[in-house]
């Protein structure tokens, strides 16, 4: 069973920065995407950036383009999230998924694993 264990959240005001990070293990499929995903209260679950096994090119949605960059590790079998410029529209629950598919979407229902959540909360 894929095991995802996300960090790095906190409270930050407007124009701060945040890093979020996701340790995985049990990854055991050769071709995979890793996303960032968040949900505030209220609200549906969205796509934030997402990024193929292996790969240096991420999707973002357009509200976090230019502020977000997703990232990876694969010799530490670790995913990041670097959280620039962030606006208190950026609060939500913080959550990071696989998927054992061979191209990358941020539709949360393509996405077979997930984590805990990291919190992120910024103020005006």
């Known amino acids: 069973q894929v095991q995802l264990v996300e960090s790095g959240g906190g409270s930050v005001q407007a124009g701060g920065s945040l890093r979020l990070s996701c340790a995985a293990s049990k990854i055991t499929y050769s071709r995979y995407c890793m996303g960032w995903f968040r949900q505030a209260p209220g609200k549906e679950r969205e796509g934030v950036a997402a990024i193929y096994s292996g790969g240096r090119i991420g999707y973002y949605r357009p509200s976090v383009a230019g502020r977000f960059t997703i990232s990876q590790d694969n010799a530490k079998n670790t995913l990041y999230l670097q959280m620039n410029s962030l606006k208190p529209e950026d609060t939500a629950m913080y959550y990071c998924?696989?998927?054992?598919?061979?191209?990358?979407?941020?539709?949360?229902?393509?996405?077979?694993?997930w984590g805990q959540g990291t919190q992120v909360t910024v103020s005006s």
């Open positions: 998924a696989a998927a054992d598919r061979d191209t990358c979407s941020l539709a949360p229902d393509e996405y077979n694993y």
